[in-house]
T-cell receptor
Framework: GAGVSQTPSNKVTEKGKYVELRCDPI?????LYWYRQSLGQGPEFLIY????????DSGLPNDRFFAVRPEGSVSTLKIQRTERGDSAVYLC?????????????FGPGTRLTVL | DAKTTQPPSMDCAEGRAANLPCNHS???????VYWYRQIHSQGPQYIIH???NNETNEMASLIITEDRKSSTLILPHATLRDTAVYYC?????????????FGAGTTVTVRA
């Protein structure tokens, strides 16, 4: 079956602009996660959704970052007033079992470049 | 605080076994050892996990020492497609631990 998909694969924007990154999880997966990966580092947790609600957003770096999952499937990560330091690969993952379980399935990521 | 320590890089020959070490000397009794890998330009991929017994699946084997302070991921017959960054993670799989805490991992290069 289809895996986790993310769009766009690449996004180039200018400092101060607003961007939206989309994640389509595996059908039937109730848990969804966003991570951010800077160059040369491992992914870092941003936010976790169980269904429609954000169960843990403790990894969001500041209030410019916001994510939604209105129907419990597709999620959108929104970044306002982008800064050059926001440049990274944003990864989305989903899992069947609530709150983790054995395996999180990752998408290919969206590479965000802020000029 | 890093819970695991891995060598930054290693090379291995195609067709040979690749043995990837991980130290987790502060692991607690209910924490499992997980391995993920990340091939270039892809998201991380789950490989295997274990608590204290050795585990094997179609991708790899996981050997955990008796004191559980270290483990080794074994790729039995490495191929060029196994070139990736390999992450060793310790966590408790359950309701309150869903974040994967990735370190820097080991960059494994399989050479022909």
């Amino acid at each position: 079956g289809a895996g986790v998909s993310q769009t766009p694969s690449n996004k180039v924007t200018e400092k101060g602009k607003y961007v939206e990154l989309r994640c389509d999880p595996i059908s039937g997966h109730t848990a969804l996660y966003w991570y951010r990966q800077s160059l040369g580092q491992g992914p870092e947790f941003l936010i976790y959704f169980q269904g429609t609600g954000a169960a843990d957003d403790s990894g969001l770096p500041n209030d410019r970052f916001f994510a939604v999952r209105p129907e419990g499937s597709v999620s959108t990560l929104k970044i306002q007033r982008t800064e050059r330091g926001d440049s990274a690969v944003y990864l989305c993952a989903s899992s069947y079992r609530p709150r983790g379980g054995n395996e999180q399935f990752f998408g290919p990521g969206t590479r965000l470049t802020v000029l | 605080d890093a819970k695991t320590t891995q060598p930054p890089s290693m090379d291995c020959a195609e067709g040979r076994a690749a043995n990837l070490p991980c130290n987790h000397s502060t692991i607690s009794g209910n924490e499992y050892v997980y391995w993920y890998r990340q091939i270039h330009s892809q998201g991380p991929q789950y490989i295997i996990h274990g608590l204290k017994n050795n585990e094997t699946n179609e991708m790899a084997s996981l050997i955990i020492t008796e004191d559980r302070k270290s483990s080794t991921l074994i790729l039995p017959h490495a191929t060029l497609r196994d070139t990736a960054v390999y992450y060793c993670i310790v966590r408790v799989p359950g309701d309150n631990d869903y974040k994967l805490s990735f370190g820097a991992g080991t960059t494994v290069t399989v050479r022909a």
